[in-house]
């Protein structure tokens, strides 16, 4: 068997999406699993609609993903240029072989010289293929008219343009959205026209939102560029292993898995038949599995910016750490840290009216005068706050939800929470003394 290679062909046109990650995404596991190329090809002959930066744009956030290419239009590669408006000559060279045998004709302009090229369509052929995804497909060619190949101004359109580059670039297989399925028999007949090889294809089913519907880059409900995941604070390990189960699973179904385990289990006859959902509460669940696995200091790097543009005072590292560490099980997104930081640290201190009535149940004023004679002399980090609650609960002999519940109530406002010693130490010692300074106040009916 020749050597398997496999191509991504963007369009420049825009950001890259999801749907488009994953076309990447798949056709890098084909290479890397079967020992192959990856090569990533610019089709930019749609000039109208190309935009400024999309290319720089797709190749970032590919390389964001951790998908490594092997040629590229900004690493070369023996089979350039990767871009099509560089490769205009050889679509002309291919398509005046065309004319000269016949299979293609010129279509001139309306008085004009000008003229487009177009392909003469076989009469009732069928055009049979084995897709990778579906199984056996045909077409007629009496549905197919003559269709453009060259365009009057000298660019090749997409269904011609895509033949001659992936036979020159040795593509042995083409794994594409499913939209493109019936492009085939045009590019069949191209194939066909020359006597060249026709690579296998597989058509990758649609992604359709939480509605079963085809999920539309107009969709608000759900995002869906790849910038905007790693603006929010996304892992790439993370993202990698959601959008390969979106239309692939491996067969013990397993839902978390490395790059490396993906790429040796990754077998196309396992591509999803049915369309693939967009489960945002699956991707939730990834994100936070891959967050929960960071160190610490990793985490707390990587929220800083987050914090910072909030507008956040980070008081110390270590600080910063404790604050990471308290919340690392509940962040769905590094982002998230601003909201559950602001939600931790309550601008205003107000006790509701449960949480009060569990104080004056509990008469928990000696409790809470205890601690906060205790902690007057306290240094104020964690691990000496956990002893100052034990040493508390000795000295008021409490125990249990009076001790520990009325203490979080009178400090944070809440009546659950991450750890008591790690929140207090994070709140830090003015803030901490003037909480219980008022709340013993409020149950005095002093205040
Ligand atoms: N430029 C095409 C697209 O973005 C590529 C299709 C193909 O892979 O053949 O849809």
Redesign the pocket.
Known sequence: MNKVRVRY???PTGLLHIGNARSALFNYLFARHFGGDFIVRI?DTDVARNVVGGEASQLNYLSWLGLEWNESPDKGGPYGPYRQLERLSLYQKYANELLDKGLAYKDFRENSDKFAIRFKVPQDIDYVFKDMVRGELKFNSKDIEDWIIMKDNGIPT?NFA?VVDDHLMEITH?L??EE?ITNTPKQMMVYQAFGWEIPTFGHMTIIVNEQKKKLSKRDKNVIQFISEYEQMGYLPEAMFNFITLLGWSPTDNQEILTKADIISKFDPARLSKAPAMFDKEKLAYVNSKYIKQLPVDVLAEKAKPYLEKAGITIQSESWLKLLVGIFQDRMTYIGQIVELYHAFFHDVFVLNEEAYQFLVDNTSETVLQAFLTNLEQSDFSSEEIEALIKKTGVDTNTKGKPLFMALRIATTGDMHGPSLPISLALLGKDMVLGRLKQTILKLRGEL
């Open positions: 062909a963007p369009s089709e997409y895509v083409v594409r959205g493109h």
